[in-house]
């Protein structure tokens, strides 16, 4: 590879050829934050290279990442390398942030997937390189922690190898193992670099790895020269492609996500950083080759290409919240120029937005810009009207890209404010919360009066409230999720309702008989008048029905909701002077009340469908698992990567904490979805448990703690 001499220069002054934005992906503590500091060293941008247990690294920002050393939020660091613009998305490993992952992957051009010499491929490198074959882009891995103890590029590859393929392709060679760790040697140009204090000197490959590297190089010019048949004719031929030709028929591999290339080295030692870099923007795509937008418009589809000269035309991939300068997007310009105070209208809101300010971003840290062109990624503040995932389109251009979408949330809590100062902040705080993580889901539970926020896990939600108190000064408690429990009856019956109250002038008085039949699972509630002969004055039937539709969320025998009940009114009485609506709707009340208490009264429990996806050697595990939990497995097929989904309906109180479950149970292998499905009748175990706990029910509690 080339060694390119330092040159910092002005980030705006960039064609789209010259630009590469990767993204960097893999497990958690693989060295991706590092990676970032060494290529920013490496760059010329940095005097000194942070470190994670330091807390002072450049996109690892956050104080809740300088807390628990974990990324949690995607972040940009843009610098240039010779010629070439780099703009490196630093993504979070941990599973529960997954969707920063997938969002930053769909504006990159290549995926470096870092893995760990020490740890090797991970569960989450799987979920990286899942993620990243399913957005269709080139991928590489960088080999990191080679100088750590137990370190084994050997041990790698191969692990590389039988879980992604034979297309991955070792580059390079380490020279030393573990603490003796000195340099690689360069398979294409079959030479060798020793470094020190992060700098590469030529060097001979070392007698003991001589006749390894040979090996290698031979298999790789091999794997190259197989996909261009000219190439190959000549190598049959005994011609052996030069270093450069062998680097274009590879980048053309690379390209079409055939070929993977292997780099490898040390981030703290500066080993191979430089070989990396120059391979990122030699042999790496630019914008211009991914291929063009896909856009729609209604019902239109339509194609945007990467031109500079083409209308302006961005996506919103991340939204941030500093506080001091406020909301702050993350755009990739896919078309056209843009200039600060373009206006631009964002055709989910149909809002105008003025893009103020453009920056490039080197983690919390900006550079404004006079302009970005198409294949850039820049940051803007202050939209007023957008979130993460909007299209910001001509006017008149109501076209709209299609943006990842968060899974299905795994796990949630119950959120309160701690005092009633917060109360009138929380909602505000937590929607825009959701918006800078569009992976949280809000929603407001009227049976169980909870306010409940969803996300990917525990460490997500733990996040989510830490970030409420920093940015937005609301301090939540947390409780568990009560189950919205409810009840139905078995069999017709009969009651009278009487409210009779005397004052010193006029009274209250009215008589109203109910006769309640089931109604098949599912139908709800209705209402029907059989009252003749005007027993009940035909103004008064209105407040029969509110008296009743009032009492049905407590009316039953544990306090839970009724559902799925037919009630009429067939007969009343009244007086002409004391009757009025509010004793008529009483009477209402107070017959359905008895009417339910003589019906056979049974509790209904709520039954989710899940979805568990799972390597087949977990699936033994997971089916006894769910069978303890009541679950009734509707049947089981087998994905395209060979994994098993298993389809099962089981009592949501028996999942509300599975996300925390499966993940122990696989190792965090497996995923799930889960939906409400219907409402069954609860096993008396069940209704025995809520009825000692006749607190809640008495309080009128639509649910109870869960296990």
């Not at 994670?52 to 940009?76: Q, Y």
């Not at 790895?209 to 190959?232: F, K, P, Q, S, Y």
């Amino acid at each position: 590879m080339v060694q390119f001499m330092i040159e910092v220069r002005r980030l705006d002054r960039y064609e789209a050829a010259n630009i590469r934005n990767v993204v960097l992906i893999g497990h958690g503590g693989a060295g991706k934050t590092t990676l970032v500091e060494a290529l920013a060293l490496h760059a010329g941008v940095l005097a000194r290279a942070g470190r994670v247990d330091d807390g002072n690294t450049i996109t690892d920002f956050e104080p809740e990442e300088v807390k628990r050393h974990i990324s949690i939020s995607t972040a940009l660091a843009s610098f240039p390398v010779g010629p070439y613009k780099l703009n490196v998305l630093d993504t979070p490993g941990y599973a529960d942030f997954s969707y920063e992952m997938a969002a930053a992957i769909n504006v990159a051009e290549m995926a470096v997937i870092v893995v760990s010499g020490v740890e090797g491929v991970e569960v989450q490198t799987e979920a990286a390189w899942r993620l990243a074959a399913e957005a269709r882009i080139p991928r590489m891995f960088f080999v990191t922690k080679l100088d750590k103890e137990r370190a084994s590029f050997e041990r790698t590859v191969a692990q590389l190898r039988e879980t992604f393929g034979g297309g991955v392709a070792p580059l390079e060679l380490p020279i030393g193992e573990e603490g003796g760790l000195s340099g690689i040697a360069d398979l294409l140009t079959d030479t060798a670099y020793t470094y020190e204090d992060g700098h590469p000197a030529p060097a001979s490959i070392p007698g003991d790895l001589e006749e390894t590297e040979h090996r290698v190089h031979d298999n790789l010019v091999e794997g190259i020269v197989v996909a261009d048949d000219m190439l190959t004719e000549r190598y049959l031929e005994g011609d052996v492609p030069e270093p450069g030709e062998l680097a274009g028929a590879l980048a053309k591999g690379v390209a079409e996500a055939s070929v993977f290339p292997v780099l490898c080295g040390s981030s703290p030692l500066g080993i191979g950083i430089d070989h990396l870099a120059s391979f990122i923007c030699e042999i790496g795509p630019s914008p211009l080759q991914r291929g063009p937008c896909v856009v729609t418009a209604g019902d239109t589809t339509n194609e945007v290409r990467c031109d500079p000269s083409g209308p302006p035309l961005a996506l919103v991939f991340k939204t941030m919240s500093d506080p001091y300068i406020g909301k702050i997007s993350l755009l990739k310009i896919l078309s056209g120029t843009v200039q600060p105070d373009t206006v631009l209208t964002n055709p989910r809101t149909h809002s105008d937005e003025r893009l103020h300010t453009l920056q490039a971003m080197r983690g919390k840290e900006s550079e404004p810009l006079p302009q970005a062109s198409a294949g850039d990624v820049i940051a803007v503040p202050k939209l007023a009207h957008s979130t993460t995932g909007d299209t910001l389109a001509p006017k008149g251009m109501p076209v709209l890209i299609n943006a990842p979408r968060p899974d299905e949330p795994a796990l949630s809590i119950a959120v309160r404010p701690k005092s009633t100062a917060d109360e009138d902040k929380l909602m505000t705080a937590l929607n825009r919360l959701q918006e800078e993580d569009p992976a949280l889901s809000l929603t407001r539970i009227d049976e169980t009066h909870q306010t409940i926020l969803s996300g990917a896990g525990e460490t997500h939600l733990a996040i989510a409230c830490e970030r409420l108190q920093r940015k937005f000064g609301v301090e939540v408690t947390t409780e568990d999720l009560l189950v919205p429990y409810r009840e139905t009856i078995t069999r017709p019956a009969e009651a009278e309702g009487k409210y009779k109250k005397q004052t010193g002038g006029h009274g209250q008085f009215g008589v109203a008989f109910l006769r309640i039949a089931p109604l098949e699972r599912g139908a709800g509630f209705s209402f029907s008048d059989e009252v003749v002969g005007g027993a009940i004055p035909r103004q008064f039937i209105p407040a029969v029905e509110k008296g009743v539709r009032e009492a049905l969320p407590h009316a039953g025998a544990f306090g839970y909701p009724v559902c799925d009940i037919q009630v009429t009114c067939y007969d009343g009485k009244h007086h002409p002077v004391d009757s009025s609506e509010m004793s008529f709707k009483m009477a209402g009340s107070l017959a359905l009340k008895e009417a339910v208490s003589k019906a056979g009264p049974v509790l209904l429990e709520p039954i989710s469908r899940i979805e568990v996806t799972i390597p087949p050697d977990h699936q033994g595990e997971v089916l006894g698992d769910l069978s303890s939990r009541r679950a009734r497995v509707q049947g089981t097929e087998t994905t395209d990567r060979g994994w098993t989904t298993v389809v099962a309906l089981v009592p949501t109180a028996e999942v509300m904490r599975y996300a925390i479950d499966l993940r122990s149970l696989t190792g965090g292998k497996g995923r799930f979805t889960i939906s409400h499905d219907h409402y069954d009748a609860a096993p008396a175990h069940i209704a025995d448990k809520l009825t000692k706990t006749s607190a809640l029910a008495g309080a009128g509690a639509s649910g109870h703690l869960t296990k």
